[in-house]
């Protein structure tokens, strides 16, 4: 009898033993609960198997399932909302027909004008290089959003820009359409602008050093604003939309140029191009026929490049010889942060 008593004492107290050792490091269960959670950005806009990306170091992929990567390509949570966030530097490794860096997605499949297609996005563009040239049109600006042809000339039908100038608190947002040049020579091709919120591309400053007023209508880094590119039946169609702003939309035939004598050359081109003898007209056809497809993302506009070479694209922002932690710690570099955006076909425009 003494036996079993002791027998069962000693399991009583293994069994409290062990209870209290649960209730100090926790249970399995409350573990696992507690235990962080990676999210990567195909957690957070799923569309991610539609695309591969390119990253500002040059570092390339075309699989983004469960894909990221520190410093370039990944998720932020903010006030319970999950981003997908891109950041670029101002130097990098970049593609072979730009010499600006991008962490920027590029869609697997392509399509004719003709048969069309939809790219939307819902962001807010957190920061721009903060050095730069203010004489320069491309100057403290990131594209967030394009379509790029992938045959001829290679030029795109749309840009979309955010542009802020250094000690403003807003910014503008305006898209640019490139001419698909007439003829071998691309060369001559230039990009008119239209402004959405804010100024166009052609508002710049009178010295390197001297800005033009703050936009009364633009938007501030930390603002959200949405966009629509509705490619249908060869016409594009874009919707812009912002809190506390006008909604603002566009309509572009891209199958029939404006722009195809050099009486239809617009006076912002004569003035902003002029530097660098940009005065080529475009195709009659414009963009017809030709294969396209969607980029989005933070497409860097600036660069170290000698703006006296060319006043409307070469910066001359800062880019510590290419090396991405000074920049990044000294404000070289964009960064847009994405928490929706959808990709697919496109669709018969709302009248």
């Not at 869609?107 to 730069?132: A, D, F, M, N, R």
């Not at 979309?160 to 060369?187: A, L």
């Not at 400053?205 to 039946?233: C, D, Q, R, T």
Request: negative net charge; contains cysteine.
């Amino acid at each position: 009898m003494k036996k079993v008593a002791f027998t069962l004492a000693i399991l009583l107290t293994a069994f409290a033993c062990k209870e209290n050792s649960k209730t100090a490091s926790g249970s399995p269960t409350d573990t696992a609960e507690t235990a962080k959670v990676t999210k990567y950005p195909s957690d957070v806009i799923p569309f991610m198997d539609e695309w591969k990306i390119l990253l500002g170091d040059g570092t390339k992929a075309d699989d983004l399932i469960g894909y990221e990567k520190d410093d370039f390509f990944y998720v932020e949570n903010e006030n319970d909302i999950d981003w997908v966030v891109y950041k670029t530097p101002n130097s990098g490794i970049t593609s072979r027909t730009s010499s600006n860096t991008r962490t920027e997605l590029g869609q697997k499949k392509h399509w004719i004008p003709e048969v069309g297609g939809k790219l939307t996005g819902t962001l807010k563009v957190q920061h721009v290089s903060t050095s730069g040239d203010a004489r320069v049109a491309a100057s403290y600006s990131v594209v967030v959003g394009q379509i790029h042809s992938d045959e001829g000339h290679e030029n795109e039908p749309i840009k979309i820009f955010y542009k802020k100038f250094p000690g403003h608190t807003k910014g503008s947002v305006y898209w640019n359409y490139e001419i698909n040049t007439d003829g071998e020579d691309n060369s001559t091709r230039w990009d008119y602008s239209t402004a959405i919120w804010g100024y166009d591309m052609s508002a710049v400053g009178p010295s390197a050093n001297e800005y033009p007023a703050e936009p009364e209508n633009g938007v501030a880094l930390g603002e959200e604003f949405s966009y629509e590119i509705n490619v249908y039946k060869g016409i594009m169609y874009l919707t812009f939309t912002s809190e506390g702003h006008e909604t603002v939309k566009f309509t572009k035939n891209l199958l029939k140029s404006d722009f195809s004598t050099k009486q239809d050359i617009p006076e912002q081109i004569w003035s902003l191009y002029a530097s660098i003898g940009r005065d080529g007209i475009e195709r009659d056809s414009a963009y017809a026929g030709e294969i396209n497809y969607f980029k989005q993302g933070a497409y860097n506009q600036t660069n170290g490049k000698d703006p006296e070479e060319n006043m409307v694209w070469y910066t001359g922002s800062e880019t510590y010889n290419g090396d991405i932690a000074k920049q990044y710690e000294n404000g070289c570099y964009s960064e847009v942060w994405f928490k929706e955006a959808t990709v697919g076909e496109g669709t018969m425009p709302n009248e």
